[in-house]
């Protein structure tokens, strides 16, 4: 695959990736309704993606679509996290 087709496969996982961590907005809600949820999946992805987002954020060359990709799960993982407990 040449350079232009791994940069347009990295902004598309990019995309997906977020539309994944969009899907917590669904346990959020049901956190805050009083059906409370397992924190260990939670806890997981945000402590996953804040690694990785330091990884794509401190490399030489940073690499944006996983700074990008990853940072919707730290966020949406630990506001499911917190609303869960």
């Given amino acids: 695959m040449n350079e232009r087709g791994i940069l347009v496969l990295g902004w598309v996982a990019t995309v997906t990736a977020i539309v994944m961590y969009l899907s917590y907005i669904d346990q959020i809600m049901l956190n805050l309704a009083g059906q409370k949820g397992s924190v260990v999946q939670p806890f997981t992805t945000m402590v996953n993606c804040a690694l ?17 990709a990853n940072f ?3 966020v949406f993982g630990a506001v ?6």
């Avoid at 499911?80 to 407990?85: D, E, I, P, R, S």
């Fill in 52 to 68: 990785w987002v330091g990884y794509g954020f401190l490399k030489d060359k940073r690499d944006w679509p996983i700074v990008v």
């Fill in 72 to 74: 919707p799960g730290v």
């Fill in 80 to 85: 499911a996290l917190f609303t869960a407990l």
